[in-house]
């Protein structure tokens, strides 16, 4: 890069090659206002068309397009929030609905009779161990 640079300088020099004509900034304001269209004032406004601009409708309601946008972002997000906490709160209750019925069944009297039975031990046998133990 150095190189390329003092190369350049060698061959060209350290002088600007570039030069601005002789009046040109005293001129370029008046040049580039020349260029501009006129600005129609509203006392310049011909008798057939004395309506006022409007602003466009879409320029007026945009704050409230604004508004609505944020409002159904909120809902939405609400809305997914909810469901979600419903969704969990629903689980739970299948879980311990379904551990309720578990305890249940494991001490309800059908499944100690069974046991019983498969045992073969009747009332006099239990009566008897409770005794034998004491």
Known sequence: MMNEEEYLNRKL???NP???PE???EQLTDQIMSKL?????????TPGNSKP??????????PW????ACICVGVFIAAIAFNNDNEKVRKQMQIATAEQESVESYYSDNY???EA????????DIYAYLLAEM
């Open 37 to 45: 269209p006129e600005e129609k004032s509203q006392n310049d406004q």
């Open 112 to 114: 100690v009779e069974e």
């Open 13 to 15: 020099g350290r002088n």
């Open 18 to 20: 570039f030069s601005v």
């Open 117 to 124: 039975d498969y045992a073969m031990v009747d009332n006099q």
């Open 65 to 68: 397009l604004y508004a609505a």
């Open 23 to 25: 009046g040109y900034f």
């Open 53 to 62: 601009e409007k602003t466009a409708i879409i320029r007026r309601l945009r």
